[in-house]
């Protein structure tokens, strides 16, 4: 995702939205729509629950991704659901990272652990 990288270095922007948000829009552009509905699903809830648009990737620490993580967990979302969406924000901070938007020493997402659940969905598959 060399463009959003470029894009946001020019803007001297490291804004996790306006990041975020760009590499969604490069997945559109090259029809990976359903990555981008993965993305932008996880980018609203992951900023509507932090308040601010405007959350630096340094400022995404544990204590939020914690209580994002318990807040989901109160609001019913199933393990997997949850999984999923931090494998997501781990993405995308794995993708500033390399454009040199975040700092890997603040690094927060690998102190979260997460247990997936079996779904009947994938158990039924190991029949074909």
């Known amino acids: 995702m060399n463009g959003s990288s470029a894009k946001l270095q020019t803007n001297n922007t490291t804004y996790f939205a306006d990041f ?13 729509t359903g990555n981008a509905i993965v993305y932008r699903t996880t980018i609203n809830r992951f900023t509507a629950f932090a308040s601010n648009l405007r959350l630096r990737f340094n400022d995404i620490d544990y ?11 109160k609001e019913g979302i199933k393990p997997n659901t949850i999984s ?11 993708k500033a990272i390399k454009a040199k938007l975040a700092d890997r020493s603040k690094y927060p997402s690998l102190d ?9 969905f994938s158990s039924a598959w190991q029949y074909y």
């Open 84 to 94: 999923n969406y931090f494998r997501t924000l781990s993405a995308i901070y794995n």
């Open 112 to 120: 979260i652990v997460f247990k997936q659940e079996r779904t009947g």
């Open 63 to 73: 204590k939020l991704l914690d209580g994002f993580k318990r807040h989901l967990l």
């Open 20 to 32: 975020a948000n760009l590499l969604v829009e490069e997945m559109l552009q090259i029809n990976q």
